[in-house]
């Protein structure tokens, strides 16, 4: 089992940057893929990015591509995402969750996590 806490989110302005943590417990995160997605209000909770447990790499959704970077630090059990230039359209709840991912192409699906945090609120404004 694994315990998964989201922290750092915030009010932000349009173009500034948050940095928001995934804090595991119960087992080594660095053993799952991890996933970050979000939930706007009225709508789909959609697919954010991933780093993947066995090569590190990272993919990312592309509404995000190329602002938003997702790292791990193994040592303190924690994935951390990071976004900069953010926009208004990136106000949601951001949650994390942590599976064993077989296939690239089912990282983007929801069912494919096994656990998932509470979530974490990012505001942005215009």
């Known amino acids: 089992q694994v315990q998964l806490v989201e922290s750092g989110g915030g009010l932000v302005q349009a173009g500034g940057s948050l940095r928001l943590s995934c804090a595991a417990s119960?087992?080594?995160?660095?053993?799952?893929?991890v996933g970050w997605f979000r939930q706007a209000p009225g709508k789909e909770r959609e697919f954010v990015g991933v780093?993947?447990?066995?090569?590190?790499?990272?993919y990312y959704a592309d509404s995000v591509k190329g602002r938003f970077t997702i790292s791990r630090d193994n040592a303190k059990n924690t994935v951390y995402l990071q976004m900069d230039s953010l926009k208004p359209e990136d106000m949601a709840v951001y949650y994390c969750?942590?599976?064993?991912?077989?296939?690239?192409?089912?990282?983007?699906?929801?069912?494919?996590?096994?656990?998932w945090g509470q979530g974490t609120q990012v505001t942005v404004s215009s």
């Open positions: 969750a942590a599976g064993w991912i077989p296939n690239l192409s089912g990282v983007s699906d929801r069912s494919s996590y096994a656990y």
């Open positions: 119960g087992r080594t995160l660095s053993n799952y893929d």
């Open positions: 780093v993947r447990w066995n090569t590190g790499n990272s």
